[in-house]
Nanobody
Framework: VQLQASGGGLAQTGGSTRLSCAASGRTFSNYATAWFRQAPGKERDIVAGINWSGSTVYADSVKGRFTISRDNAKNTVYLQMNSLKPEDTAVYYC???????????????WGQGTLVTVSS
């Protein structure tokens, strides 16, 4: 599976942005897909994940603000980010695995990162 992340850029506190992760290669609908983020000097942690059936998981810090969704027909997963905070500033990565897990080491497929900067 090859993953291509896009979106991001500069946003204002309280604003919104949407990230996209386009997949190619193997049957995308068979995979769970997640978004991770990594801020400078911090670990890469899961933000949200969605499995093939649409079940989702979220980090506590983004619950109620971010929404992950997938369009299997377009082989794309989205991360809608609302009510942005400066602490959401990070490089965001999409990743794919056989099932949802919060552990980044369990994801064999990764896209390149896309930077989201939230200005205060």
């Amino acid at each position: 599976v090859q993953l291509q992340a896009s979106g991001g850029g500069l946003a204002q506190t309280g604003g919104s942005t949407r990230l996209s992760c386009a997949a190619s290669g193997r049957t995308f609908s068979n995979y769970a897909t997640a978004w991770f983020r990594q801020a400078p000097g911090k670990e890469r942690d899961i933000v949200a994940g969605i499995n093939w059936s649409g079940s989702t998981v979220y980090a506590d810090s983004v619950k109620g603000r971010f929404t992950i969704s997938r369009d299997n027909a377009k082989n794309t997963v989205y991360l809608q980010m609302n009510s942005l905070k400066p602490e959401d500033t990070a490089v965001y990565y999409c990743a794919a695995a056989g099932s949802i897990t919060r552990s980044r080491s369990s994801y064999p497929y990764w896209g390149q990162g896309t930077l989201v900067t939230v200005s205060s």
